[in-house]
């Protein structure tokens, strides 16, 4: 890997973090917000209100759900095993009982979704849950291709383009008449909403600020996607037609317009293509706007030698498949992917779950993110303090155990309700730990394919988790201790992830090998941690500012 003194130089000018990185850092958070809106907006354009058979004779076309009692309706509809109407099947005039036909929908909270117009339920329930499926799998291939594509052509025209395409197909969704073209855009959304501005705007945030802020502005990105979610149930409690709603989700990509004009390409990536002039201009321009006081001289920078790159010629070929050559490295890798797996079905698993809970389900969905908040900042001041195995591993188990017992708590109640609030918080807490946690897991020569690979496991696992929810119609408990039953176990296979918190990040492969050899939740605790000083890597000698 290319050590590039001069550039460590010039970007050294800029401080960790000051009033350029911060304006910059605000440019890209917009990806954050938009891709949390964009993933659980079908949450409410396809909402799935309470329903029942449509009965002949008793219901009119113009009737409401509401129109018959339950006394009335238990004559013309079978009771399930808790006591309620069945909401897919009804009994014919011979007391046989017999699938509907069509419906009689709830507007209590809802007037119009996609789910209602197409009839996306009891035996067609699939229909809706591959709807969401098809869009994580679109995020899925935005985190492979446009991630690849980014370190081509350069992060800010694929943020941009993204931020422009979603606008488009954002609006498009919304006027899509038929379910199979509805997929096809569904998917081509998920590629550009939640997965190509979204990844550029985290690394160009983690190229341009300091050591010291990589943390809090990655957590504030997490914080940053919930809100996003704040904004799905906020809109849909305002607008109740799913037609407008949609339009009005789409229509936030024209946040991203003025990027075009305001903000910067990656100075990192500049240096990286050999286009330096540029680079150093837009590193002066960030000198100049922190006030710091220092001046660059461009055309220094620009005649200095080429004899300040240090490279590896060897290391730079080193791919994903390094990764699992090694045994150190494969258990490691391994245990990371399981748990940007776990994180991910179980994080998508209570926010998609949230209709099912009982009271407004727009207070819920609104609750269930704003919940994540006092997770994300009490792991700002912890990270460091209790480390980064610690509070991974703690969190997924408690976040597992709440999944599990929710899952016996009656359905809808305050109890039920307030175990899975909790276990949201706790699985939000580890999701975004594990960001930087990998990050410092993986040696510097494959360190973007091991995030890369984590971030595949997580998309894969977002696409299943609808598939998974559809098992309730066996049993309501079986989704639920599914996510918790895999977060535990993840959460305790972590405990033999060596700790990372302190100390310097592996550069070679074989660094990675050494890295944490022995360094387990038990031998720490024990006293037998077998890591070795010389089996770590050298910490990176700071470079000398030119002033």
């Not at 004779?57 to 013309?76: I, M, P, R």
């Not at 900042?377 to 703690?394: C, M, P, Q």
């Not at 700790?499 to 939740?521: C, I």
Request: hydrophobic share 45%; charged share 15%; proline share 3%.
């Amino acid at each position: 890997m290319a050590n590039d003194q001069t550039l460590d130089e010039l970007m050294g000018m800029l401080g960790d973090f000051g009033r350029y990185q911060g304006f910059q850092f605000a440019l890209h958070l917009m990806a954050a917000l938009t891709a949390g809106l964009h993933m659980l907006s079908l949450v409410t354009v396809a909402a799935v209100p309470e329903h029942r058979c449509f009965i002949d004779g008793l219901d009119t076309v113009n009737g409401s759900y509401a129109d018959h009692s339950f006394d009335v309706l238990k004559e013309y509809i079978p009771l399930t095993s808790d006591g309620s109407l069945d909401s897919c099947s009804m009994y014919t005039s011979g007391n046989q009982t017999v699938p509907c036909v069509s419906y009689m929908w709830s507007s209590e909270y809802y007037k119009s979704s996609r789910t209602i117009e197409w009839e996306l339920v009891c035996d067609r329930r699939w229909m809706g849950a591959l709807a969401q499926t098809i869009y994580m799998l679109g995020v899925f291939t935005g985190a492979v291709w446009l991630g690849g594509l980014a370190d081509k052509v350069g992060r800010k025209k694929v943020f941009c383009w993204s931020g422009l395409l979603q606008l488009i197909l954002g609006v498009a969704v919304a006027f899509t008449p038929e379910y199979y073209s509805f997929l096809v855009i569904r998917y081509l959304y998920g590629i550009f909403g939640s997965a190509g501005s979204y990844i550029t705007g985290f690394v160009l945030t983690m190229e341009l600020v300091g050591p010291s802020k990589r943390t809090p502005c990655g957590i504030t990105f997490q914080a940053m996607f919930a809100f996003g979610i704040c904004l799905v149930a906020g809109w849909g409690a305002i607008i109740h037609d799913r037609q407008i709603l949609q339009v009005i989700y789409g229509l936030h990509g024209l946040l991203f317009i003025a990027h075009w004009f305001v903000m910067d390409e990656s100075p990192r990536w500049l240096w990286m293509q050999n286009r330096r002039r540029e680079a150093i201009d837009i590193i002066a321009k960030a000198v100049k706007m922190n006030g710091r006081g220092l001046k660059v001289d461009k055309e220094y920078y620009l005649s200095k030698d080429k004899g300040h790159f240090e490279e590896e010629a060897a290391p730079s070929q080193a791919g994903l498949a390094d990764l699992f050559k090694t045994p150190n490295l494969r258990k490691m890798t391994l245990n990371v992917c399981l748990c940007w797996f776990a994180n991910s079905i179980t994080y998508y698993g209570l926010s998609l779950s949230s209709g099912k809970l009982g009271g407004n389900p727009f207070l819920i969905l609104f609750l269930m993110a704003i919940v994540e908040m006092p997770s994300y900042i009490a792991i700002s001041f912890l990270l460091d303090k209790l480390g980064r195995r610690s509070i991974t591993s703690s969190l997924m188990i408690v976040g597992g155990i709440c999944c599990i017992v929710a899952a016996y708590l009656t359905k809808g109640s305050i109890e039920s309700t307030t175990i899975v609030m909790f276990g949201k918080l706790f699985i939000a807490g580890s999701f975004a730990v594990i960001y930087n946690y990998s990050a410092e897991l993986f040696p510097t020569v494959v360190r973007n394919s091991g995030m890369g690979l984590g971030s595949m496991c997580a998309r894969l696992a977002g696409a299943a988790t609808p598939m998974i929810i559809l098992f309730d119609s066996f049993d309501p408990k079986i989704p639920a201790v599914i996510f918790g039953v895999i977060s535990l176990i993840s959460g305790t296979w972590v405990l033999f992830l060596p700790e990372t918190s302190g100390k310097a990040m592996p550069q070679s492969l074989v660094d990675g090998e050494n890295f944490g050899r022995g360094d387990t939740a038990f031998s720490s605790c024990l006293g037998r941690n077998r890591t070795h000083a010389e089996d770590q890597p050298q910490a990176q000698q700071m470079v000398t500012i030119r002033r």
